[in-house]
């Protein structure tokens, strides 16, 4: 499957990014990226639209609203029982998933985008980030834990990568990257 064209059809990908900071719930990123991996046979793990039926608290829109009044309002207890359960449905998501694109919008409080980032990392997945102020302005400690070239200044230059690693146009890294064998 390395020389094969299509290789990234039938894989997961996360798609990581702000949600609770997010003036869009971090929505319009990720349906942009929905529907270039959708169109290379892709599935996309999105957590602001959870593909499962298990996940009770959906984490934008009126649902957002409430999760940022519970802490407004100090209501710790009830807060932590929501984000446990949105925290595990999106980390079981990173897990299943072949590799992540990671959008990192510094403004937009990015801790857990953050947290999935360093997940990915120590899960050894192929793991893309698009910096939204660029390679200059990011922090040094990210050129510490990931290789500068899957870091992006632009969703065209991860897509461009993308694509060429789909059309076997470009060597993917096999320490991260795996193609398994169609059955």
Sequence with gaps: RFNQMNRLHGLRCYLAGPIDHASDDGTVWRNTAKLWLEQR??????????????????????????????????????????????????????DRSDFVIVYIDMDAKPFGTIWELQQALNQRKPT????????????????????????FESFGDLFGYLNDIDRGLQNPDLTRWVFFDEP
């Design 128 to 151: 893309l980030v698009f910096l939204k102020t660029g390679k200059k302005t990011c922090s040094l400690w990210l050129y510490g834990v990931m290789n500068h070239n899957y870091m």
């Design 41 to 94: 046979g892709v599935i996309p793990m999105d957590p602001c639209d959870k593909p499962t039926d298990q996940a009770e608290y959906r984490e934008i829109g009126e649902e957002k609203v409430k999760l940022m009044q519970l802490k407004e309002e100090e209501r710790w207890d009830e807060l932590t029982t929501y984000m446990k359960g949105i925290a595990h449905i999106d980390l079981r998501m990173l």
